[in-house]
């Protein structure tokens, strides 16, 4: 797309009055309004450069398609300078739910490839400090709501910020992102006022980090209970604002984060190329500890391809970065990454591999039954991770007996956890129990299961 469309389109705000087009903006008759657009000279291409759309979307909705999701009509407003008020749109994400419902809730307006595609073009353009194709952070979601905040912020301000972060932070390990999801979206609607308030330079730049990390836990806990639109958008406005507080070990720690989400949708492509961004960063910032968190999830999604030597490949420089590791003085985002989720990650990579090849479970096994032997009551969800991923390893090697029971321990552990993803997680697991329904122990378990997820 040719973003130099958007700059020479300068649409005059009289466009807006016209009564024709006041009518279709007021009915978010989307149709109408490129059809209006059209009458005052506007092309399909500076429409598609000013709304991040691409030309064929921008067709198919002059055909009569309906634009309903909310982040789209945002967009859509925001690209052409629509007033927000013409089209009764929300300017805050908690009103935002009230009149509509959250955005994800709705139609996707994009196919998901699209919006991973926009997403690994922002990221390029926030690591690398270049546009390579899609658009800017404008086009992501609006400002959280606000609340009284000071005009003049000082460091005990910011790290106000930085100890509800911390303390979110540890609910979300707990009993998931369901549990603190809008705690986090409320402190974030206060924090984000502060970047209004005056204060020294470096009272301001520490700032830009201590809401990046807010963002990004705002993005993971939104992932966590399956609203990926959402997520996407924080981890957006995360990456600006670490990338304006000169953070590489943060900006490598989100990219890190949005890279799990494409795991979870089971794109390992996409997931490796923001977790091949993230070490770059992560390189940059001499953060040995940060740079084996995005070698291990290399591995992850190598393993999910099926190519075994590269993923062990990194699974070795995944250990050898961890133990350069500066663990006492690594920043907070990163210092979940113990000697624990070492083996977590290297059990993980395996289990995805013995899914092609269940010789694997012999690496796999050892290293989560450390795993989950190290992780507590504060790791919960870790836990119910693991122990599903022990569980299939034991059914893919035939102890089917001892695998169930196993399965049976990771939902026990899942019990008052609100997270979306441990259905997703445990999925082959259920998987293989279900190949093995001729033995009692295995049906049981499918019972158990499917009882839990429904």
Known sequence: MDTGDAKQARIP????????????????????????????GVSQRQIAAMTGQSQSEVSEILKGRQVMAYDVLSRISDGLGIPRGYMGLAYDEATEIQVVGAADEQQAEEDESVKRRKFLAHAAQVTMGAAVFGPTSEAWAASPARTPAP???????????????????ALDYQYGGGFCRDAVVAQLSWGQQMLQA???????????????????LAGWTSFDIGLIDSARGHFAHA?????????????????????????HQEAPNDALKLFQLGQIAAQESGSELAVAVLCANEA???????????????????????????????????????????????GTVHTALAQHDATHTKYAIPAL??????YGDDMARSKTFNLSALATNHLLEGDIDYGAKIGGKALDCAEG??????????????????????????????????????
């Not at 005056?198 to 990004?216: I, M, Q």
């Not at 039954?369 to 190290?374: F, G, L, P």
């Not at 979306?420 to 378990?445: C, F, H, Q, S, V």
């Open 369 to 374: 039954n450390k795993a989950v032997d190290s």
């Open 198 to 216: 005056s204060g020294t330079e470096p009272v301001r730049t520490r700032l830009y980090v201590a809401l990046a990390d807010l963002h990004s």
């Open 300 to 346: 992850w999604a190598y393993a999910m391809m099926g190519n075994a030597e590269q993923a062990v490949k990194l699974l070795g420089r995944t250990r050898d970065e961890f133990q350069r590791a500066d663990l006492a003085n690594a920043e907070s985002w990163v210092r979940f990454f113990t000697e624990t989720d070492v083996y977590a990650m290297v």
């Open 13 to 40: 705000a009289k466009t807006w009055e016209d009564r024709e087009m006041r009518d279709a903006l007021a009915a978010r008759n989307i149709s109408e309004v490129y059809r209006q657009l059209r009458k005052h």
């Open 239 to 263: 990456l600006d604002l670490a990338k304006q507080g000169e953070n590489h070990p943060l900006v490598a720690n989100i990219l890190y984060r949005m890279g799990r989400v494409y795991l």
């Open 151 to 169: 005009g003049r912020i000082g460091m005990t301000d910011v790290r106000q910020v930085e100890a509800a972060t911390r303390a979110l932070r």
């Open 417 to 454: 956890l609100k997270s979306g993803r441990i259905k997703d997680r445990m999925r082959p697991l259920r998987e293989e129990a279900e190949r093995r329904a001729n033995n009692a122990d295995a049906r049981e378990l499918v019972e158990r299961m499917n009882a839990f997820f429904t």
